[in-house]
């Protein structure tokens, strides 16, 4: 909206912004020939702009609303002299050509009428309804004197907040600055820059996420030329040095449309020159330019198996550049945005990227959310009944609002302050792609690049999540900061989730001088900070760490009783018999066989011989230094000695209540190890006596089976070549 407007003889009215150009929407609809006594009927050409996109559209209410902003805002005038009127008809002309429905273009229309003349809120529920009335107070800006230096980040929060109901609020926005920097000559350059890295910062990045990119992309370029006038004057002087490079461009689409025809496929062939920023970038990827990367291809049919059909017949025909090739129809982008992306080579090597869609996906690709109509009918307006089903409980069903929008609305409720919300806005918007990961129920959750398994476990359980302790990625134990991938399956762990029963056990007694260090967990570690990328992650863990100053308590450093060394061959407790007379027998420590592994056995130092596991990387080492290995084979008796490994998630009693278990199969401890906890993880080792080698599977399952206990498995530890 352009609030400044220019009331003659009314101070309380804002001064008006400029205008250079109205440019290609409207141009002569706005002006005509009227003079600055007399306000040009352009009504009648967003009448027209409306029907072309919605044929039986009733357009009395566009006329009545347009009587009214006409009415409210004469004698106003922007600066370069226009009567204001102009900037609210430019505004719903962009909206119309885009093909935005009636009550879009009505509140369009009203957009500053409530902020810049003295009609209501309440004049325009009354005559115009509540729809329209809340689109109205959407983009209606907050005061300076009421807000001061907050007023431009808490406009944009109640923007965000009711685009979070209804985004057509921000459609209305986003049509709104268009318009506005179209007109931004007339600004004095610091101001210009200002409202130019506004835009950059925050509505281009929700033009990209809204799909609308007819926007986006025309923004890009006035921002582009605002804040790099050098370089955009670089650009727009390559641009017109190569005029004919739409040349090279008509040649290969002339081809396709060969091509196309004799395979039946009724296709239209377009040629899409590129915009400024678009340009730019290009040049700066590939350095030197071909007359075929000032431009792109454009495929349009009927139907999305045409899609395929013409990539099948393009990639026949002409020699495709396959690491260019992206299908966005199977995999839409989080914006809504569909299309086939490839790249082919002509006869003469010219390389051109060619986009296939159909005329459908094409207008949601131009115009994003503004296509989809009004989302909050049952069908939309100029859409179909596909199930006829109505809105569940009673709320209304919103197709449009995305991921990201839902999480934005999340955080920001807990971001009072409006630098620190206005710096988060900011960064969440600055990440330009999303990812979605599957959650442990099968349903899918929206993530930015980049995110990991702390931003996952913020997204799903808001404060909740202090309590995570660890995460299974794609069913493998992960830690907190492991970054997410697209496809992704991430089960958060909570401590509530692997807390053992409560009240004491005789085995905590007896547990002696062997402690646990498992301390209830207690919330969120700083370093998680360095692992958060979305905001909502990084305010909720900021504002824990704040109010709990002192930090989780340290983790006692657990007393350790005789502890084994893994390395250290250990007494041979099971009789491992080799045809070598007098040949002293040892397990080895690193992988502590027990009846009835494979094993074999190889002679060191002083002619003992070692036994390992065939499995064991010591054999491997062993062989590959040709040491001969030595038949093992085990005796009937009795009875052996084993090293396991248990990986748990620290907790109260988790000690106790492995060393209960262990006693309950008849297993004896040699010794245990404690090891102190690490992100919330904790090792425990522990030197066995079976009574029966064959009881040890059955032992490790109920080990297992031990709440907060993930993994038990017997000692893999690099052992020493001798």
């Not at 115009?367 to 859409?383: D, H, K, Q, R, S």
């Amino acid at each position: 909206m352009s609030a400044e407007a220019v009331n003659p003889g009314a101070h309380s009215r804002r001064r008006g912004r400029g205008r250079i150009d109205l440019r290609r929407l409207g141009r002569a609809a706005l002006l005509g020939p009227a003079g600055r006594d007399r306000l040009p009927d352009a009504i009648g050409h967003v009448a027209d702009a409306h029907r072309a996109h919605h044929p039986d559209a009733d357009l009395a209410i566009l006329h009545k609303a347009y009587v009214l902003a006409e009415f409210s805002h004469r004698g106003q005038f922007r600066k370069s002299g226009e009567p204001y009127i102009t900037h609210p008809l430019a505004v719903t002309l962009i909206l119309a050509e885009l093909g935005a429905e009636t009550t879009t273009l009505t509140a369009s229309l009203l957009h500053d009428t409530v902020e810049d003349t003295e009609v209501t809120l309440d004049q325009v529920t009354d005559e115009f309804g509540a729809e329209v009335a809340y689109l109205v107070d959407g983009v209606t800006k907050l005061e300076k004197v009421d807000y001061g230096a907050a007023a431009e980040p808490e406009t944009f929060r109640k923007m965000l907040v009711a685009t979070g109901n209804d985004v057509r609020v921000m459609s209305i926005k986003l049509a709104d600055r268009l318009h506005n920097m179209r007109t931004l000559g007339v600004m004095r350059p610091e101001k210009q820059a200002r409202i130019a890295k506004v835009t950059r910062d925050v509505l281009i990045p929700l033009a990209e996420r809204l799909g609308v990119q007819a926007l986006k992309s025309e923004l890009e370029d006035l921002v582009f030329a605002i804040l790099h006038p050098e370089e955009y004057e670089r650009t727009r002087a390559l641009i017109a040095e190569n005029t004919d490079a739409g040349a090279a461009l008509a040649t290969m689409a002339e081809g396709f449309r060969t091509v196309l025809r004799e395979a039946g496929i009724a296709a239209e062939v377009l040629i899409r020159p590129r915009h400024f920023v678009s340009v730019h970038r290009v040049s700066r990827k590939r350095g030197a330019l071909r007359g075929t990367d000032f431009g792109r291809l454009l495929v349009l049919v009927g139907e999305d198996a045409d899609c395929y059909g013409v990539l099948g017949e393009l990639h026949t025909c002409f020699t495709p550049v396959i690491s260019e090739f992206k299908d966005f129809i199977a995999a839409p982008k989080f914006n809504l945005y569909q299309s086939l992306h490839t790249a082919v080579a002509g006869p003469e090597g010219a390389v051109a990227e060619v986009l296939i869609r159909t005329r459908q996906m094409h207008k949601v690709a131009e115009a994003g959310v503004i296509a989809l109509g009004n989302p909050y009918t049952p069908l939309g307006e100029g859409t179909e009944d596909t199930d006829g089903a109505e809105p569940a409980d009673g709320e209304r069903a919103d197709p449009t609002r995305p991921g990201w929008l839902s999480r934005l609305l999340e955080w920001q409720q807990s971001t009072p302050d409006s630098e620190a919300f206005w710096s988060s806005l900011r960064a969440e918007l600055a990440q330009d792609r999303e990812i979605s990961v599957f959650r442990a129920d099968g349903r899918m959750l929206g993530l930015p690049a980049g995110a990991s398994c702390v931003d996952a476990a913020y997204a799903l359980y808001g404060e909740l999540a202090h309590t995570c302790i660890g995460a299974r990625v794609n069913g493998r134990l992960a830690t907190l900061s492991t970054v997410l991938s697209d496809g992704d399956t991430v089960h958060l762990l909570l401590a509530h989730d692997v807390q053992g029963p409560p009240g004491g056990t005789a085995a905590e007694a007896g547990a002696g001088d062997v402690q646990g260090a498992q301390d209830a967990v207690s919330g969120p570690s700083p370093d998680w900070l360095d692992h958060a990328r979305t905001p909502a992650a990084r305010i909720a863990i900021s504002a824990w760490l704040a109010a709990h100053p002192e930090g989780s308590p340290p983790a006692a450093t657990p007393r350790r009783s005789a502890p084994v060394p893994p390395e250290t061959d250990l007494p041979a407790t099971v009789d491992a018999v080799v045809d070598l007379p007098d040949a002293v027998v040892r397990l080895a420590g690193c992988c502590t066989p027990v009846p009835p592994d494979a094993v074999t056995g190889f002679v060191v130092r002083g002619g003992v011989v070692t036994v390992h596991r065939e499995e064991c990387a010591a054999v491997t080492r062993m062989k590959t230094l040709e040491r001969p290995a030595i038949p093992v084979r085990w005796n009937e008796a009795a009875g052996c000695r084993v090293t396991l490994v248990a990986e748990s998630f620290g907790r109260p009693r988790l000690l106790a209540d492995l060393t209960e278990v262990i006693a309950g199969e008849g297993v004896a401890v040699v010794s245990a190890t404690v090891e102190p906890p690490s992100e919330q993880r904790v090792r425990h080792t522990y030197t066995l006596q079976l009574p029966d080698p064959a009881g040890l599977p059955a032992l490790m399952r109920a080990m297992r089976d031990v709440p907060g206990v993930y993994d038990v498995s017997r000692t893999q530890h690099p052992a020493a070549t001798n």
